[in-house]
């Protein structure tokens, strides 16, 4: 969760809060060590996923023959001990295939993440990036990364196996991808942070979509029957499984 990382950030005592950040470190050190091994040796019969939520927005969800990660940060708020996260978070990036990235803030995005994974010739599918004063429109200068920010046709995209469909949103005027990713058989929305209700729009062109990964504080829960009356497969109501992140 969010919110221990933070709870002490303006504490009086300057010590209070190195204290609180190396007891979070020390914690997050064994649980991704512990998550790393329980990825890497768990077996996934068909018909079925394993999900692990890993921080804020970012899981792990494996299948029968894939592994794919959402939004893979180490734990901000750390200050200087981060670094005591590299090696078993190292280890745990080394399970997934690819990454999908919702959008670019730090607790969705960070560098020494997609680096390593970028780095094993794995794929980190993105929204383009944000414009800056010096380029005040959105682009793809960065060729390390795969850019997906689709029109209203949101057509499928593939790799190795794993098919995907991209919505485009938006965290106010931040582009915020909402990627629809298919591993055998089964279908997972992750939202971001997406607050641009236009994308409800787009949802009865998914199709199936079996469980769905929203914030808990945006307009996603809110609209849980919208939802459901879009995502229908085979005449079941879809989605059959709800997770909230971002607390």
């Not at 692990?52 to 969800?61: D, S, T």
């Amino acid at each position: 969760l969010d919110y221990p990382i933070h709870v002490n950030n303006k504490a009086d005592e300057p010590d209070v809060n190195e204290k609180w950040q190396s007891l979070i470190a020390y914690y997050q050190q064994r649980a991704l060590k512990k998550l790393a091994e329980t990825v890497k040796k768990t077996e996934v019969p068909a018909g079925k996923l394993a999900i692990w939520k890993v921080y804020n927005m970012g899981y792990i969800i494996k299948s029968e023959h894939h592994c794919i990660a959402w939004d893979i940060v180490r734990t901000n708020g750390l200050g200087q001990h981060v670094n005591e996260l590299n090696e078993p978070m190292a280890e745990l990036l080394k399970q997934i295939e690819c990454m999908f990235v919702s959008h670019w803030h730090g607790d969705h995005l960070q560098m020494w993440c997609a680096w390593r994974i970028l780095k094993d010739g794995k794929p980190v599918f993105i929204p383009e990036i944000p414009p800056r004063k010096e380029a005040p429109a959105p682009n793809r200068e960065d060729k390390r990364f795969t850019y997906v920010w689709e029109s209203k046709e949101v057509p499928a995209e593939g790799y190795n196996g794993i098919t995907f469909k991209c919505i485009p949103g938006h965290q106010v005027e931040l582009l915020c991808s909402l990627f629809s990713v298919t591993i055998d058989g089964l279908t997972i929305l992750q939202t971001g942070d997406n607050q641009d209700r236009t994308v409800f729009d787009h949802f009865a062109e998914l199709g199936r979509v079996d469980v769905l990964i929203g914030t808990c504080w945006t307009s996603i829960p809110r609209n849980g029957l919208e939802i459901a009356k879009s995502c229908k497969g085979e005449g079941i109501e879809r989605p059959q499984f709800y997770i909230t992140g971002h607390e």
